[in-house]
């Protein structure tokens, strides 16, 4: 599940963001760009759940 995180985070940010621009209040562009920018930081912080790929078997 961790694994997803990342993606999920990232797809947050944008809705923030549009979010944000869609109210068009004063302060809500910049709290919906505050907020997608702490989605995004989360959404590094999990990559290391990503898996790498998969790895060839050795040969003996």
Same mark, same amino acid.
């Given at each position: 599940m961790?694994?997803?995180l990342t993606i999920m985070f990232i797809v947050l940010s944008g809705i923030c963001v549009l979010i944000g621009?869609?109210?068009?209040q004063v302060w809500? !562009?910049?709290?919906g760009w505050a907020l997608a920018v702490i989605l995004l930081i989360f959404a590094v912080?999990?990559?290391?759940?990503i898996?790498? !790929?998969v790895k060839a078997k050795?040969?003996?």
């Amino acid at each position: 599940m961790k694994r997803y995180l990342t993606i999920m985070f990232i797809v947050l940010s944008g809705i923030c963001v549009l979010i944000g621009l869609m109210i068009d209040q004063v302060w809500s !562009g910049i709290v919906g760009w505050a907020l997608a920018v702490i989605l995004l930081i989360f959404a590094v912080y999990y990559t290391k759940y990503i898996p790498e !790929g998969v790895k060839a078997k050795s040969r003996k």
